[in-house]
């Protein structure tokens, strides 16, 4: 007999049963309590909900650990790749060389997008933001492959993963180029993931472009970082979309849109564009005023997480990236400067302490990207590309879950009660 947790709710009494994961937190399963109750939870922005099994990513918010299939996030950004990450969200197991080398052969050759899809681009404005662009393509690519749409054959979504990841970084490319008036580049199939996404964005016609392996390793670590990070806000999106049966690439439109948002993956463009605001290290006294005023809307953006109320092991990453880089690339940039002060004095400010506060995988990558040749507009596209191996993971395992059904919350209403129409004439 499992652990039982009690309810009472005035002359009910409730035994509901403790399940215990791996390792974390316990849950309370209520799935019963509403018809032996009569009463819902309530939990806005689910801050104590768990809403599946999951064994991909954990989270230890107060330790500041991320364990990806149980593999430290330290340990994957300094020994793996991004297309071995890939492989191990997606299969569960880090591949052998002969595994790996299949996945990334397969990968490689759903690089190219159908070329009607060009056509779709030319619908968007020039100075259309690459989000904008990325939700409306990849959610019309179930218009081109619907041959890989139908979530019940394990084939097809297997298909329609390797399509999604593989064309993610064509896509953005194609937004990037689409933006500046470039033209497109095709996939270079003798490339890496990440060398062939650098070429096919910064690459003209008119000269040789070679990839900078120092810049191919940062990116291709940056993607790691983004890859997965349990149940966000743009994961549950893509999670509560494929729950209904909705195809995957509508469903990881979904999670683009969520993504979008400055509270989620759109902090890190927001943040580096605080970054370059605050300008000069004088000025970060009066931004942290500012963060602290509860009459200011202005929040630190790339700080705070609703989970980690430790260092978000990703930023140290990310922080210790951009020295490399910076050294390897014999580049400096004075918002760096910035950022370093301004989290030194937010850490030891009472506020963020109580608050527990704590930069997070938002607050360095700009600086990255920035220096890669990014613009900050290309920015959440980035986390969108990096993430889609996440999404497609987690929506995988969800349609794989027996116990799932389509997700469907419920409200306390507040509303009027029942009453009778009034005909305009007596209003
Ligand atoms: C990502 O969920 C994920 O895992 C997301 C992500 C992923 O990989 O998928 O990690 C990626 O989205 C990272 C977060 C990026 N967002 C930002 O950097 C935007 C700035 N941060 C926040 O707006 C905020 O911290 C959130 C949205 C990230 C978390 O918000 P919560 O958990 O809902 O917490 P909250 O808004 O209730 O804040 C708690 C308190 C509040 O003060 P009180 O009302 O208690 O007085 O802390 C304050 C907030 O005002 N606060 C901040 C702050 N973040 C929270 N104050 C100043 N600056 C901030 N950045």
Redesign the pocket.
Known sequence: MSEQAKLTLGAKALEMPVMDGSIGPQVIDIRKMYAQTGAFTFDP?F?STASCLSAITY?DGDEGVLLHRGYPIQQLAEHSSFPEVAYLLTEGELPTKEELDTFVYTITRHTMVHEQLMQFFRGFRRDAHPMAIMCGVVGALSAFYHDSTDIDDPKQRMIASHRLIAKMPTIAAMAYKYSVGQPFVYPDNSLSYTGNFLRMTFAVPAEPYIVNPVVERALDRIFIL?AD??Q????STVRLAGSSGANPFACIAAGIAC?WG????G?NE??LNMLREIGRPERIPEYIAR??D?DDPF??????????KNY?P?ATVMQQTVRELFAELKVSDPIFEVALQLEAMALNDP??IE?K?FP????YSGIILSAIGFPTSMFTALFALA?TVGWVAQWNEMIGDPEQKIGRPRQLYTGAPQRDYVPISKR
């Open positions: 922005g801050t989270i983004h990070h349990e966000n806000a743009s994961t993504l400055p509270a989620h993956g902090a927001a943040a963060a602290k509860k929040r630190l953006m790339g700080f705070g997480h609703r989970v980690y978000d990703r506020y963020f608050k506060l997070n995988v938002d607050f993430r």
